[in-house]
Every structure is written in structure tokens, then in C-alpha cells.
């Protein structure tokens, strides 16, 4: 079967996010043990997995994730990535209805090239600091926030732009801090550079040190900066290694998520 790596959340190769797409010719997934090596041997933050359900249903692809180490309920950037494979390929014309673990999630291409992702807002509910968290990611949290059974992360509100894109965590301790990892942003230093809040996300318990531009991040950041800046509509710039911008527009209990893709290699999967 084919298979692609897609860079997501970019309009250039060697940017944004990484993942591998397979477009299964079967209808049905085959043995998740076996998604899981295909996973393992992609090593990226994520590898998608879709197949086409029949006509007539409330959804017109089944799609799943999994990073090199577990199987997530969901993911942004793998989502545009699959989108991006489906519409350039002839694939799927139009909006996709994506049936996931989350749900069905939507998809729809834009005229200039971009994807818009139509995904359950998360609900943010604060917590306390976990003891420990500020030393492993060396730098004191003023706020932090539980994201929700599908996001699943810990979201930590720092200081300024600085601070996030300085951070160097402790990978290993923090993964005791969280079920899937850590969510770390700060407002803009200056809207005028294009982005009006930055974050970085760290998730070891999943395999993914740091993962460049996470999407399901982006709708727990969307509700949380929406309200602090009053605006439905921001940029959110994820300054990792390899940085990308989600655009987010809030909308109640659904969050919209736009981007762009670009895929950098296609090949022959030999594996049976």
C-alpha cells in the first residue's frame, strides 16, 4: 500500500509537523498491534490510518492514530495531514467526515490550499500546580488547567514568550505530571509579529519528547486565550524546533482549526 509523510500545520517542506498517512484499501482496520509497528518504524509524532466506510452513513472515512508508543483518541496535524492526502490525491472531494474515537470530525479544504478541522472545544477546568512540575520544566506555572478526557494534557500558563521558548524540560520527571503531556504558553511578546499567543507541548508518556505543532492542543489554547484576549478568531504560533501557526476560530463546543500541508515523501509500504 502507499504510504506518505506529510508535513502539516506549513506551507513548505522540512516544517511543521510530520506525520505518516496510509490510506488502507481494506474496510476495515487491520490488527492494531500491527498499526502499532507500522507506527514505530514511521517514528513520527503521529502515523494516521483511514479507510473508507460505505455510502449512506454519518461518516465517510474511519481514521485512527497512533504515535511510535500508544494510540491517542485525537490529533490535529495527522487529521490535516490525512485531509491534505485525500483532496490532493483525488481521493475525497470536498469535506470529509472523519469517524474517530472523538467522534466525527470534520474536514474542509479551502480555496488556497489551507484545511479547516472542526473539533470538540476542550473544557478546561483549573487545577493545582502538580508538585514537581515547575522543576521539571524549569520554569514556574501561574496557572494551571486539566484539558479534558480527549485532549488529556496539562495546561500550564507561563510567565511571557520568553520563558516557553527558553524552556529545557526534564522529559522523564515530567511525564509523572499529566496522562498524556504538557500543554506550555504565554501571550504574545508582539501581536504585530503575526501570532497572538505561542505554546510548546511535551509528551512522554506517548513516545513524543516535543512534538512540533500539536492541533488538539490548539482547542483547549483556543477557549483559554479567546476569553483572556476577547477575540473567537487568533494565530497560535507553536515555537518548537520546528514551528507552525494554527489559526483558531471558537465556536462553543467546537473549535476550528485551519492550516496547511505539504507531503515530502511518497512510497510502497512492503510490509504485508
Do not use: Y
Not at 21 to 37: E, Y
Amino acid at each position: 500500500m502507499r504510504i506518505r509523510i506529510v508535513d502539516a500545520f506549513t506551507d513548505r517542506p522540512f516544517a511543521g509537523n510530520p506525520a505518516g498517512v496510509l490510506l488502507l484499501d481494506a474496510d476495515a482496520f487491520p490488527d492494531d498491534g500491527w498499526m502499532q509497528q507500522v507506527a514505530r518504524e514511521v517514528n513520527h509524532a503521529e502515523t494516521a490510518f483511514a479507510h473508507r466506510l460505505p455510502g449512506g452513513g454519518e461518516a465517510d472515512w474511519a481514521l485512527r492514530w497512533f504515535t511510535p508508543a500508544a494510540e491517542v483518541a485525537l490529533c490535529g496535524h495527522a487529521t490535516l495531514a490525512t485531509a491534505h492526502v485525500l483532496s490532493s490525491t483525488g481521493a475525497h472531494k470536498g469535506p470529509v467526515r472523519f469517524a474517530t474515537r472523538s467522534g466525527v470530525l470534520v474536514t474542509t479544504p479551502g480555496a488556497d490550499g489551507s484545511v479547516a478541522l472542526d473539533f470538540p472545544t476542550a473544557p478546561l477546568t483549573p487545577v493545582e500546580v502538580p508538585d514537581g512540575v515547575a522543576e521539571a520544566l524549569g520554569a514556574a506555572p501561574r496557572a494551571a488547567f486539566d484539558t479534558g478526557p480527549n485532549v488529556g494534557d496539562l495546561l500550564l500558563e507561563l510567565a511571557d514568550e520568553g520563558t516557553v521558548r527558553g524552556l529545557d524540560p526534564d522529559h522523564r520527571t515530567l511525564a509523572a505530571c499529566s496522562e498524556r503531556g504538557i500543554i506550555a504558553t504565554a501571550p504574545a511578546a508582539d501581536p504585530a509579529a503575526g501570532h497572538d499567543f505561542v505554546s510548546r507541548c511535551f509528551f512522554p508518556n506517548v513516545g513524543i519528547d516535543e512534538d512540533p505543532v500539536t492541533g488538539s492542543a490548539h482547542t483547549a489554547l483556543a477557549p483559554f486565550w479567546s476569553e483572556r484576549l476577547g477575540r473567537s478568531v487568533l494565530t497560535g504560533l507553536q515555537a518548537s524546533p520546528r514551528p507552525g501557526r494554527v489559526r483558531t476560530e471558537l465556536r462553543g463546543e467546537r473549535t476550528l482549526l485551519t492550516g496547511r500541508a505539504v507531503t515530502v515523501i511518497e512510497g510502497t509500504l512492503l510490509t504485508p
